[in-house]
Antibody
Framework: QVQLQQSRPGLVKPSQTLSLTCAISGDSISGNTVAWDWIRQSPSRGLEWLGRTRYRSKWYSEYAVSVKGRITITPDTSKNQISLQLDSVTPEDTAVYYC?????????????WGQGTLVTVSS | DIQMTQSPSTLSASVGDRVTITCRAGQSISRGLAWYQQKPGKAPKLLIYQVSRLQSGVPSRFSGSGSGTEFTLTISSLQPDDFATYYCQQYNSFSWTFGQGTKVEI
């Protein structure tokens, strides 16, 4: 069974950097038919896909236009985990953040999700 | 980004009812559409992918149809466990987008 365990919730000050990790068990992040996503959810923005990382002979990370320039998604193969870094946060970045396994490139959907991490941006 | 619009936003129904939720895409997305169910405090759960393919373990009362820009999720006979919020998601373009959700309530 695939499981995704996210790091703990936290409070981040405006203009600072949001950092989250997602440890995966039951699957390898280096599989060439899978991608690993970060998605967030807030009352104002709904469900918002932020980006993905995937391995296809080399690592690719791709990002939503809404956060491009502020976001970095990094794989760590030694720990079988992925990380999210979001720079220069504002209160609008307050949301529940999810990591998820994405089988879209195999023709399926996003089938396993982490438990969600509430991140609050406030001074 | 491709905009996804669901209707209705809220749906009141009773156990045993047939329920239909519609999702419209801002442009054609071929068969790149999935449906998710979400309950309060939980992550979304994949129900259907590629418009009509049922995810393993999902009851057969759930079904999906459509093509191009208009899609539907149907619950043939609503059960108590089905009261939740449902989201469509397109994955035809580079960037995935979700609908705003349809809350199915008693």
């Amino acid at each position: 069974q695939v499981q995704l365990q996210q790091s703990r919730p936290g409070l981040v000050k405006p203009s600072q950097t949001l950092s989250l990790t997602c440890a995966i068990s039951g699957d390898s992040i280096s599989g060439n038919t899978v991608a690993w996503d970060w998605i967030r959810q807030s009352p104002s923005r709904g469900l918002e896909w932020l980006g993905r990382t995937r391995y296809r002979s080399k690592w690719y990370s791709e990002y939503a236009v809404s956060v491009k320039g502020r976001i970095t998604i990094t794989p760590d193969t030694s720990k079988n985990q992925i990380s999210l870094q979001l720079d220069s946060v504002t209160p609008e970045d307050t949301a529940v953040y999810y990591c998820a396994r994405d089988l879209v490139y195999s023709g399926a959907g996003i089938d396993f999700w982490g438990q969600g991490t509430l991140v609050t941006v406030s001074s | 980004d491709i905009q996804m619009t669901q209707s209705p936003s809220t749906l009141s129904a009773s156990v045993g009812d047939r329920v239909t939720i519609t999702c419209r895409a801002g442009q054609s997305i071929s068969r790149g559409l999935a449906w998710y169910q979400q309950k309060p405090g939980k992550a979304p759960k994949l129900l259907i992918y590629q418009v009509s393919r049922l995810q393993s373990g999902v009851p057969s009362r759930f079904s999906g149809s459509g093509s191009g820009t208009e899609f539907t999720l149907t619950i043939s006979s609503l059960q108590p466990d089905d009261f939740a919020t449902y989201y469509c998601q397109q994955y035809n373009s580079f960037s995935w987008t979700f609908g705003q959700g349809t809350k199915v309530e008693i």
